[in-house]
């Protein structure tokens, strides 16, 4: 079994930032992927970021671009998504996710766990 928790989540206003961060424990694989999906209320779950096992390779959805980062912390158990000029339209609960592949994919039927999800609220 592997647990994630997220963490980072909160109520910001249109144009703000906030960080979230996913810790990976129990039986993770030596070299795994992770991603963030996110579900807005009445939308299915989308793809937002995924990042490889070493951190050298990262995938973004179209649509947070030049918006979101992704990057893995120095323990590498660890991943971050740095999110930027926030919209309301990126209002939802984000989730956190495990892959025992080796790249970055947003395939999210390539992953076996996922957190309980941060709710992300963007005022305007």
């Known amino acids: 079994q592997v647990q994630l928790v997220e963490s980072g989540g909160g109520l910001v206003q249109a144009g703000g930032s906030l960080r979230l961060s996913c810790a990976a424990s129990?039986?993770?694989?030596?070299?795994?992927?992770m991603g963030w999906f996110r579900q807005a209320p009445g939308k299915e779950r989308e793809f937002v970021a995924a990042?490889?096992?070493?951190?050298?390779?990262?995938y973004l959805a179209d649509s947070v671009k030049g918006q979101f980062t992704i990057s893995r912390g120095s323990a590498k158990n660890t991943v971050h998504l740095q999110m930027n000029s926030l919209k309301p339209a990126d209002t939802a609960v984000y989730y956190c996710?495990?892959?025992?592949?080796?790249?970055?994919?947003?395939?999210?039927?390539?992953?076996?766990?996922w957190g309980q999800g941060t709710q992300v609220t963007v005022s305007s």
């Open positions: 996710a495990y892959s025992p592949i080796t790249i970055a994919t947003m395939n999210p039927t390539l992953y076996d766990y």
């Open positions: 129990g039986r993770t694989f030596s070299r795994y992927s």
């Open positions: 990042i490889n096992w070493s951190g050298a390779s990262t």
